[in-house]
């Protein structure tokens, strides 16, 4: 158990639907990251949190959003999902830049 | 483009034959980390190398980080069906003002054959 909780594990939708991640970070971390990984495009980077304020935003489409509530956790909505949106959800957290501790992840299938 | 790039993308090994996999930059790193990932699972943290020139090792993966920063191997000694998974490195990389964001490499696939 790495102390970074994902929820759902999976989740099978259909094309149109909305759907929405959480991830609860580690003990003690402020910093929540979002990554899409595909077969064909690998590790993506979303988007990072700190401290409930968005740091960076990386390849997240506008279809895609996401926020980090008062007790750290956070949540990733995606809506009109596409079959492209297929994928494994991974986030990471950490207290400082150089400490990454990743979820097990959510694996999106769209239908 | 992709900021890291990783080599090979595949590898298929021997059991106990040594690999090695490299991870090049075009930007300097601030900090280099390396993953294991068994297909569809999450990563495994393996080290993270931040200091020109530095080492590090645990039990037989040793992890390397050169002098200008921007090049970092992973080499695996006497390989076992257990090493076997998805190698990542990833790079903290400047974001814009003080932040840093985690960029990974493809992955490297390595195949330990019994």
């Known amino acids: 158990d790495s102390g970074v909780t994902q929820t759902p594990k999976h989740l099978i939708t259909a094309t149109g639907q909305r759907v929405t991640l959480r991830c609860s970070p580690r003990?003690?971390?402020?910093?929540v990251y979002w990554y899409q990984q595909s077969l064909d495009q690998g590790l993506q980077f979303l988007i990072q949190?700190?401290?409930?304020?968005?740091?960076a935003k990386g390849n997240i489409l506008e279809r895609f959003s996401a926020q980090q509530f008062p007790d750290l956790h956070s949540e990733l909505n995606l809506s009109s999902l596409e079959l492209g949106d297929s994928a494994l959800y991974f986030c990471?957290?950490?207290?400082?830049?150089?400490?990454?501790?990743f979820g097990s992840g959510t694996r999106l299938t769209v239908v | 483009s992709q900021e890291l790039e990783q080599s090979p993308q595949s590898l298929i090994v021997q059991e106990g034959k040594n690999l090695t996999i490299n991870c090049t930059s075009s930007?300097?790193?601030?900090?280099l980390y390396w993953y294991k990932q068994k297909y569809g699972e999450g990563l495994i943290f393996l080290m993270m190398l931040q200091k020109g020139g530095e080492e590090k090792s645990h039990e037989k993966i040793t992890a390397k980080l050169d002098e200008k920063k921007q090049q970092s191997s992973l080499h695996i000694t006497a390989s076992q069906p257990s090493h076997a998974g998805i190698y990542l490195c990833g790079a903290a990389m400047e974001s814009g003002g003080s932040n840093y964001k985690l960029t990974f490499g493809k992955g490297t696939l390595l195949t330990v054959n019994p």
């Open positions: 990471a957290s950490s207290v400082v830049p150089y400490g990454y501790t």
């Open positions: 930007k300097t790193l601030y900090g």
């Open positions: 003990s003690g971390d402020l910093s």
């Open positions: 949190y700190y401290n409930g304020e968005e740091r």
